[in-house]
């Protein structure tokens, strides 16, 4: 359970830099919404885990993307 938390608590950190959450006035029901289709989901540790590095992966294209462009 901990680690799904956790796990919600990294998607969200990601969508908010990517800026996701908008419009603002609906940012908190669409993270709500998110926490419960993470709870609803009969996610083993492998899958979190696996999870957790789609993310990290992710940010780093991106981030690599965004410094190759300067």
Known sequence: RIEI???ADH???RLEAA??????D???SMRL???NLWARLPLTRADVQ???GVI????WAAQNR???RD
């Open 5 to 7: 938390e956790k796990l």
């Open 11 to 13: 998607w969200e950190q």
């Open 19 to 24: 800026r996701f959450f908008f419009p603002p």
């Open 26 to 28: 609906k940012a908190a």
């Open 33 to 35: 919404t998110l926490r």
């Open 50 to 52: 696996i999870f957790h």
């Open 56 to 59: 990290r992966q992710m940010a």
């Open 66 to 68: 965004d410094s190759r």
